[in-house]
């Protein structure tokens, strides 16, 4: 081997490994930023805290497709009312089964975490087992467990710009399933404590989120306060 080509190799050699540094510290520093991002939008009490992956979003997209061409075993399994049709668009149905508009308090602006942040939801508080109805009608996007908010459910409306969030769930009603379209009214579940909710205050946590067509339904996104469309006010 020549001179010359000693010389060669070990620049080539050289430069090969500070690529590869290059690239690897690239990749590293870009997952640190990554994931401090995710934790800075971890939202507030009984919210999702997921570990969205690109694997997600495409599974829920697939079984989408595929739910939405089947029939729908759930769909007979309402509380027997007929107001799914009668109702006008945007009017919103209690989603407990029994619980008045005079039941209602307005918890949205409660504090949270010691006065860190608001709780942005409506509790509505009801004895264990008691049904929980679709307060409008969408899709169901996710049946998700997070720690906060045990069993949880995310219905996307049809112009996908709003999301109701329904958590501590006891069960969720049977059979019901991701990419499942439900009218409103419809039977979702049950009332519990599951995840942060206290064991002696069974209740359902239920927001509404403004967020935009495209946007994931783990995204940050703006929550309205329920209270005023539940009691008509
Ligand atoms: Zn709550």
Same mark, same amino acid.
């Given at each position: 081997?020549?001179?010359?080509?000693?010389?060669?190799?070990?620049?080539?050699?050289?430069?090969?490994?500070?690529?590869?540094?290059?690239?690897? $510290?690239?990749?590293?520093?870009?997952?640190? !930023? @990554?994931?401090?991002? %995710?934790? #800075?939008?971890?939202?507030? %009490?009984?919210?999702?805290?997921? /570990?969205?992956?690109?694997? @997600?979003?495409?599974?829920?997209?697939?079984?989408?497709?595929? @739910?939405?061409?089947?029939?729908?075993?759930? =769909?007979?399994?309402? +509380?027997?009312? #007929? #107001?799914?049709?009668? &109702?006008?668009?945007?009017?919103?149905?209690?989603?407990?089964?029994?619980?008045?508009?005079? +039941?209602? #308090?307005?918890?949205?602006?409660?504090?949270?975490? $010691?006065?860190?942040?608001?709780?942005? &939801?409506?509790?509505?508080? =009801?004895?264990?087992?008691?049904?929980?109805?679709?307060?409008?009608?969408?899709?169901?996007?996710?049946?998700?467990?997070?720690?906060?908010?045990?069993?949880?459910?995310?219905?996307?409306?049809? @112009?996908?710009?709003?999301?109701?969030?329904?958590?501590?769930?006891?069960?969720?009603? !049977?059979?019901?399933?991701?990419?499942?379209?439900?009218?409103?009214?419809?039977?979702?579940?049950?009332?519990?404590?599951?995840?942060?909710?206290?064991?002696?205050?069974?209740?359902?946590?239920?927001?509404?989120?403004?967020?935009?067509?495209? &946007? !994931?339904?783990? /995204?940050?996104?703006?929550?309205?306060?329920?209270?005023?469309?539940?009691?008509?006010?």
């Amino acid at each position: 081997m020549s001179i010359i080509d000693r010389i060669l190799t070990i620049i080539i050699t050289a430069t090969l490994t500070s690529a590869v540094w290059i690239i690897a $510290g690239g990749s590293l520093i870009k997952l640190a !930023e @990554d994931q401090t991002g %995710e934790a #800075s939008m971890r939202p507030a %009490e009984a919210q999702p805290s997921p /570990e969205p992956s690109p694997t @997600d979003g495409a599974t829920a997209r697939a079984s989408n497709d595929t @739910d939405l061409a089947k029939s729908d075993p759930v =769909a007979l399994d309402t +509380d027997g009312s #007929s #107001s799914s049709e009668s &109702a006008p668009p945007g009017v919103l149905r209690i989603p407990v089964l029994n619980v008045r508009a005079a +039941d209602l #308090s307005d918890t949205f602006l409660d504090e949270r975490g $010691g006065g860190n942040r608001l709780h942005e &939801a409506l509790d509505i508080m =009801a004895p264990v087992g008691t049904s929980i109805v679709a307060a409008a009608p969408g899709t169901i996007e996710r049946l998700f467990f997070s720690e906060a908010g045990g069993n949880t459910i995310y219905v996307r409306s049809t @112009d996908r710009k709003t999301i109701h969030y329904y958590a501590h769930l006891d069960e969720y009603a !049977e059979g019901l399933k991701e990419g499942q379209r439900i009218r409103r009214g419809q039977r979702l579940g049950t009332v519990g404590h599951s995840g942060n909710a206290e064991k002696d205050a069974p209740h359902l946590h239920f927001a509404i989120l403004r967020t935009t067509a495209d &946007a !994931e339904w783990w /995204e940050p996104a703006n929550a309205v306060n329920p209270y005023p469309l539940l009691v008509g006010r």
